[in-house]
């Protein structure tokens, strides 16, 4: 999953900016990787650029996996609260 959106994220800021795709490699890659490293061009990337690289850093820090659990979710348990008092002590 990192991987496709690693290769999917820098060939949009690569078509959109018209940079070299070894930077949006390096640039995606921090991204997603959440670690604050950059070569600079960020400031100079459009409004779309910018937007993919907020969703790959958003996406890299809570994770794939919790997103998905998230949005799909389980089912309720079949849990039933007890009818009478329970004696504790």
Do not use: D, N, W
């Not at 997603?32 to 960020?42: E, F, K, N, P, S």
């Amino acid at each position: 999953m990192y991987l496709t959106l690693f290769f999917l994220g820098a060939f949009v800021i690569a078509a959109a900016e018209q940079l070299p795709m070894s930077v949006c490699l390096y640039e995606t890659a921090s991204a997603v990787a959440t670690v604050g490293l950059t070569l600079g061009i960020t400031p100079q990337l459009g409004i779309l650029s910018q937007g993919v690289l907020i969703a790959l850093m958003f996406l890299g820090r809570v994770g794939g996996l919790t997103l998905i659990y998230a949005a799909f979710g389980s089912s309720p348990a079949h849990s039933r609260l007890p009818q009478e008092k329970i004696a504790i002590g």
